[in-house]
């Protein structure tokens, strides 16, 4: 096929289906490498050329056999561009470009984008307000930071996504008997000052190093929040051009610049404290938001961040301009819940605003959207409480045994 390009898709999650699809529409060879234990998931089978499957889940990948199979595919087929679709990925991706030898993010950018601390100690440099923070390699300097930053502090996994993994501690002596359980993986945490405050974040679009799109959105419950007590998963965006907002977007224009993203899709955190109304960089990813987030942000915006992220990927191996398509300024927010049961029957919620229905199996949650902020948060106040009484099943969050 005429400018026909080679894409090499990496996500040891069922994800970015959008993504492969578009992709493939484009006019592109599309290849994927994922879990095996994924093998009968609906991955779009008409839209991949071929995919190739790794033993094991995440981190039970060998690098070295991933290089050693990619490598020998690259003996028959030339590969022009490789995309890591999940959090997880990215480590894979960049190793492969850097011995490859293949465009795109390596491995010293990726660090800024799936390791916290990299991302502290970045945007630190870059003038970024952050909380204050401590590695886990030094006593003398965990004992400073305990000594000088107020409690409580929270031990999170350098390099695990979302809220896995984050242990709140309120005072010195219980801080020093979770890093002696650490043992050895003290190195792969970090300690950090808790915050209380709302949590915002941006999805954005990036291409040729600037932010062509961006969605500032607000978690009424927060992952961490979900992760660690249960109850329903609650996002919806904010008020267009409000302080919020355009606070929010000049510091993750700050942050995606100083980090060095120059194309793509991103996801960014941010926390407004309570106590001061200062606005703190928590985290950032080189992905499309999980948990839903790309479906309540297109229903709000009318731009799909998986397809535009395909379509800036495509323009980038054609040497070609990218557009934006016209984009909507409506509202939308998502209620997500485990659920008690596998196909749970949401029948009862009947509303107009009620746009998209979570096919995830365990999981009950809708998107709802409206031309009224108003409407959409009363939506999600009733929703997230009549889910929480019919609909919730609390599991214990899983000790993390294997860290990234």
Same mark, same amino acid.
């Given at each position: 096929?005429?400018?026909?390009?080679?894409?090499?898709? #990496?996500?040891?999650? *069922?994800?970015?289906?959008?993504?492969?699809?578009?992709?493939?529409?484009?006019?592109?060879?599309?290849?994927?490498?994922?879990?095996?234990?994924?093998?009968?998931?609906?991955?779009?089978?008409?839209? #991949?050329?071929?995919?190739?499957?790794?033993?094991?889940?995440?981190?039970? /990948?060998?690098?070295?056999?991933?290089?050693?199979?990619?490598?020998? *595919?690259?003996?028959?087929?030339?590969?022009?561009?490789?995309?890591?679709?999940?959090?997880?990925?990215?480590?894979?991706?960049?190793?492969?470009?850097?011995?490859?030898?293949?465009?795109?993010?390596?491995?010293?950018?990726?660090?800024?984008?799936?390791?916290?601390?990299?991302?502290?100690?970045?945007?630190?440099? !870059?003038? %970024?307000? =952050?909380?204050?923070? !401590?590695?886990?390699?030094?006593?003398?300097?965990?004992?400073?930071?305990?000594?000088?930053?107020?409690?409580? /502090?929270?031990?999170?996994?350098?390099?695990?996504?979302?809220?896995?993994?984050?242990?709140?501690?309120?005072?010195?002596?219980?801080?020093?008997?979770?890093?002696?359980?650490?043992?050895?993986?003290?190195?792969?945490?970090?300690?950090?000052?808790?915050?209380?405050?709302?949590?915002?974040?941006?999805?954005?679009? =990036?291409? +040729?190093?600037?932010? #062509?799109?961006?969605?500032?959105?607000?978690?009424?419950?927060?992952?961490? +929040?979900?992760?660690?007590?249960?109850?329903?998963? !609650?996002?919806?965006?904010?008020?267009?051009?409000?302080?919020?907002?355009?606070? %929010?977007?000049?510091?993750?224009?700050?942050?995606? &610049?100083?980090?060095?993203?120059?194309?793509?899709?991103?996801?960014?955190?941010? =926390?407004?404290?309570?106590?001061?109304?200062?606005?703190?960089?928590?985290?950032?990813? $080189?992905?499309?938001?999980?948990?839903?987030?790309?479906?309540?942000?297109? +229903?709000?915006?009318?731009?799909?961040? /998986?397809?535009?992220?395909?379509?800036?990927?495509?323009?980038?191996?054609?040497?070609?301009?990218?557009?934006?398509? &016209?984009?909507?300024?409506?509202?939308?927010?998502?209620?997500?819940?485990?659920?008690?049961?596998?196909?749970?029957?949401?029948?009862?919620?009947?509303?107009?605003?009620?746009?998209?229905?979570?096919?995830?199996?365990?999981?009950?949650?809708? %998107?709802? &959207? $409206?031309?009224?902020?108003?409407?959409?948060?009363?939506?999600?106040?009733?929703?997230?409480?009549?889910?929480?009484?019919?609909?919730?099943?609390?599991?214990?969050?899983?000790? %993390?045994?294997?860290?990234?």
């Amino acid at each position: 096929m005429e400018n026909s390009k080679t894409f090499l898709c #990496i996500s040891n999650y *069922f994800k970015g289906s959008d993504f492969l699809i578009q992709l493939k529409k484009l006019g592109n060879k599309v290849y994927l490498v994922t879990s095996d234990k994924l093998r009968n998931e609906a991955w779009p089978l008409d839209h #991949i050329d071929e995919i190739f499957y790794m033993e094991g889940q995440d981190v039970d /990948w060998n690098l070295e056999h991933l290089l050693l199979g990619v490598g020998n *595919f690259m003996k028959a087929t030339k590969i022009d561009a490789i995309v890591a679709l999940d959090d997880y990925d990215v480590e894979k991706a960049t190793y492969l470009r850097e011995n490859l030898r293949i465009d795109g993010m390596g491995q010293t950018t990726g660090r800024y984008f799936r390791d916290k601390l990299a991302m502290r100690m970045r945007a630190k440099s !870059c003038g %970024i307000a =952050i909380p204050a923070f !401590c590695s886990l390699f030094n006593d003398h300097d965990l004992n400073t930071f305990a000594d000088s930053v107020q409690a409580p /502090w929270v031990f999170k996994p350098r390099s695990e996504a979302s809220a896995a993994g984050i242990i709140k501690v309120y005072d010195k002596e219980s801080l020093w008997i979770h890093i002696n359980e650490m043992g050895n993986n003290r190195f792969k945490y970090l300690l950090e000052q808790f915050k209380p405050g709302d949590v915002y974040h941006c999805d954005s679009l =990036i291409f +040729e190093g600037k932010i #062509i799109f961006s969605l500032t959105s607000k978690y009424l419950t927060t992952p961490m +929040e979900v992760s660690q007590g249960g109850g329903v998963f !609650c996002s919806s965006n904010i008020k267009y051009n409000s302080i919020d907002d355009k606070a %929010i977007k000049k510091i993750n224009e700050q942050v995606l &610049k100083g980090f060095g993203l120059k194309h793509g899709a991103a996801h960014t955190e941010f =926390i407004k404290c309570d106590e001061t109304n200062q606005i703190y960089f928590l985290e950032t990813s $080189s992905r499309v938001g999980g948990a839903h987030l790309a479906e309540m942000v297109a +229903e709000a915006s009318n731009i799909n961040l /998986w397809k535009e992220w395909a379509e800036i990927e495509n323009c980038l191996v054609k040497e070609k301009k990218y557009s934006l398509p &016209k984009v909507k300024k409506g509202y939308a927010g998502i209620a997500l819940t485990l659920s008690k049961v596998e196909h749970p029957d949401l029948k009862t919620f009947s509303d107009p605003e009620i746009c998209f229905i979570v096919p995830l199996k365990f999981h009950a949650g809708l %998107i709802v &959207k $409206s031309d009224k902020q108003e409407r959409v948060l009363a939506l999600l106040e009733d929703y997230g409480n009549r889910l929480a009484a019919n609909f919730t099943a609390i599991v214990e969050q899983s000790k %993390i045994t294997t860290l990234h």
